[in-house]
């Protein structure tokens, strides 16, 4: 598809962005945990894998939807939902710069995901 709506683009970067932080910040944990003195090793490698797997298939799922392939849409769109409610707890601990951060970011995701030119590029009848 090489006349994609910018809206696809944009969908696909934000969740793009998004994996690529996941991952990033999982094998940082993976590294602290071997290189640090965690208080629990096993929570730590089940932290560390869990942001690396959910990145890797955040990023699967920007693939999809930059190919504008159906199924990509769904986790695309609970993604943005459950970054929401983590960002505004963020926001409440007085973490206000990632909190707004991912706010922006979400519903950047959502706006884009949930746009009419993006229905209509993945909606191919």
Same mark, same amino acid.
Do not use: C, H
């Given at each position: ?9 944009? *969908? @696909? ?5 998004? +994996? %690529? ?8 944990? !993976? &590294?602290?945990? $071997? ?32 190919? *504008? @392939? ?5 986790? +695309? %769109? ?8 983590? !960002? &505004?707890?963020? $926001? ?34």
């Amino acid at each position: 598809m090489l006349n994609r709506p910018v809206t696809l683009v944009v *969908a @696909a970067v934000v969740l793009a962005v998004e +994996g %690529v932080t996941a991952v990033v910040l999982g094998a940082y944990a !993976a &590294v602290e945990t $071997v290189i640090g003195k965690p208080a629990d090793v096993s929570s730590s490698i089940a932290v560390s894998a869990f942001g690396i797997v959910i990145g890797a298939a955040l990023v699967w799922v920007a693939w999809g939807v930059l190919g *504008a @392939a159906r199924w990509s849409r769904a986790p +695309g %769109v609970v993604t943005q939902i459950f970054a929401l409610p983590v !960002a &505004v707890s963020l $926001v409440q601990s007085g973490q206000s710069v990632p909190g707004v951060l991912i706010i922006v970011v979400a519903l950047a995701g959502l706006v884009a995901l949930l746009a009419p030119a993006t229905t209509r590029a993945m909606i191919k009848d």
